[in-house]
């Protein structure tokens, strides 16, 4: 896969591991596909808690894979998905957006990657896909740059 190309396919991972959420309580089943520099996806999804409040999103389970191998640097695009399973599908005609701590999370590997990341928003059923810059969606961040951990 190439750098900023097949949006399908990166949804398609994220679909995949929606599948793979663990949501007993809500029901509601997140993947996200994360597209890193070389073409490799590295995917996450929902960890929900009994406690409800230490819920894992998505995308932050899969920043923290990446960032567990030393490749927050290296993230190009991101897709999210998310919906309801029924049978084997996941069904949801509306994108779904990340929340606003996983936009935060996903700006601390988009500055340490130098990217302004594509963020692919889809519906579970994939009939609908909205598609952004991360600063479209998180506007004048706060990240690492402001600590002075971006070189030039
Ligand atoms: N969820 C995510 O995984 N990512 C988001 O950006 C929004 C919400 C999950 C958390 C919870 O398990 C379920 O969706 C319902 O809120």
């Known amino acids: ?46 960890v929900e808690n009994a406690s409800y409040g230490l819920t894992l999103c998505a995308e932050t389970a899969a920043i923290a894979k990446i960032a567990n191998e030393g490749w927050i640097g290296e993230l190009a695009a991101v897709a999210i998905v998310g919906g309801r399973p029924e049978g084997s599908a996941l069904v949801g005609g509306d994108p779904v957006h990340p929340c606003g701590r996983c936009r935060q999370i996903l700006n601390e590997a988009a500055e340490r990657s130098k990217t302004d990341i594509l963020v692919h928003c889809a519906s579970g059923d994939g009939s609908a896909v909205k598609s952004y810059r991360l600063s479209e969606l998180l506007p004048a961040a706060f990240g690492p740059k402001d600590l002075g951990l971006i070189p030039d």
């Open 1 to 46: 896969m190439s750098e900023f190309d097949d949006r399908d396919a990166l949804i398609a991972a994220a679909r995949d591991a929606a599948a793979r959420a663990y949501a007993p309580y809500s029901g509601f089943h997140v993947g996200a596909a994360l597209l890193l520099r070389n073409g490799d996806v590295v995917t996450g999804a929902n």
